[in-house]
């Protein structure tokens, strides 16, 4: 029996990240989960909503670049406290060891997530509440144990997903099927 | 020990979503895993990137209305096939049963999928190769099997994560920890 729930917000769970920036010559960080995929090809962009209250949109729009690191399973802890907590009164820049290559050192990583992307500005959408910042990609390191021939293996990462009916941080499962290969069944010979 | 690994797109998993729309009077659905939220509030937006040269992007167009409809893990086989095949040449609207809510015809949604939205074109946003639709949630049914106190139980909607790098959709796992509330530990009395 369906059931009408008003316009809930169903495409959970999305992908827990945390977005570096620098502000006032300082690291920042914030967890971010309100994501998405905005095409598939090279340039890659990505999409992050973050709320104008926030402190972190200062650092991105002044120098157009910032990291997304991904944590795993076993950061809970930090990774949530990066999203509760407000780097206008709270000093995150030494909760966890930090990282940058040379021409992005605006845009901070954190050694401890298994992979991160350095993203260039691409464009900002406004919406009322919200920036969204189109990043464009323009390097990603992982650590060596997440890879397997060069690609990176989401199990090994072992993501966090968030989900906002029950509030809670998920776990990635198990494989189900091939993309691109278990619809092949039902072609018509 | 960190590696450079190009300009992967690492913001995997993603969810797997079903779009329908209508196109020349017939229902059609297409797969859309690279989705992504925009912000958080009402009006809520959701975005889809769709390649321009698929099929659905005319219904969408057209109508300027679709449905976002969230496959579980038994409907693999049929989700899969929704990605494979193009509307063009393949008549898609029988495969699964479908339903629609009274003047939001041309936004076909799938009996068997627990959770369905119904999306208002809000803006699309030009990419290169692909439209980003940003679809505003006008409403949102639900099977009641997946609802607890009318909020959805991602458990049991057991959604498809895609992730690009596998070629491979994969389940939810367990939960981990509470959001807004695990990272309280690191606050300093």
Request: net charge neutral; charged share 20%.
């Given at each position: 029996m369906k059931k009408q729930i008003g316009k809930t917000n169903a495409l959970y769970p999305s992908?827990?990240?945390?977005?570096?920036?620098?502000?006032?010559?300082?690291?920042?960080?914030?967890?971010?989960a309100h994501?998405?995929?905005?095409?598939?090809?090279?340039?890659?962009?990505?999409?992050?909503g973050?709320?104008?209250?926030?402190?972190?949109?200062?650092?991105?729009?002044?120098?157009?670049?910032?990291?997304?690191?991904?944590?795993?399973?076993?950061?809970?802890?930090?990774?949530?406290?990066?999203?509760?907590?407000?780097?206008?009164?709270?000093?995150?820049?030494?909760?966890?060891?930090?990282?940058?290559?040379?021409?992005?050192?605006?845009?901070?990583?954190?050694?401890?997530?298994?992979?991160?992307?350095?993203?260039?500005?691409?464009?900002?959408?406004?919406?009322?509440?919200?920036?969204?910042?189109?990043?464009?990609?323009?390097?990603?390191?992982?650590?060596?144990?997440?890879?397997?021939?060069?690609?990176?293996?989401?199990?090994?990462?072992?993501?966090?997903l968030f989900d906002m009916s029950s509030i809670q941080?998920w776990?990635?499962?198990?494989?189900?099927?091939?993309?691109?290969?278990?619809?092949?069944?039902?072609?018509?010979?």
């Amino acid at each position: 029996m369906k059931k009408q729930i008003g316009k809930t917000n169903a495409l959970y769970p999305s992908l827990t990240t945390i977005l570096g920036t620098t502000i006032n010559g300082r690291p920042n960080f914030i967890t971010i989960a309100h994501v998405g995929i905005m095409n598939h090809g090279d340039p890659q962009y990505l999409s992050f909503g973050v709320s104008k209250s926030h402190f972190s949109n200062q650092g991105i729009i002044e120098n157009k670049v910032f990291s997304v690191n991904i944590p795993s399973r076993d950061l809970v802890v930090e990774t949530d406290y990066f999203g509760i907590m407000t780097g206008k009164s709270t000093d995150k820049s030494s909760v966890l060891e930090t990282f940058c290559t040379e021409g992005y050192e605006a845009a901070p990583m954190l050694k401890r997530c298994p992979v991160s992307m350095i993203c260039k500005l691409a464009r900002t959408i406004d919406f009322e509440t919200h920036d969204v910042f189109i990043g464009e990609i323009v390097a990603t390191c992982a650590d060596e144990e997440v890879l397997a021939n060069n690609k990176i293996d989401i199990s090994k990462v072992n993501p966090l997903l968030f989900d906002m009916s029950s509030i809670q941080y998920w776990s990635l499962g198990e494989p189900v099927a091939g993309a691109w290969n278990a619809g092949k069944v039902l072609k018509k010979k």
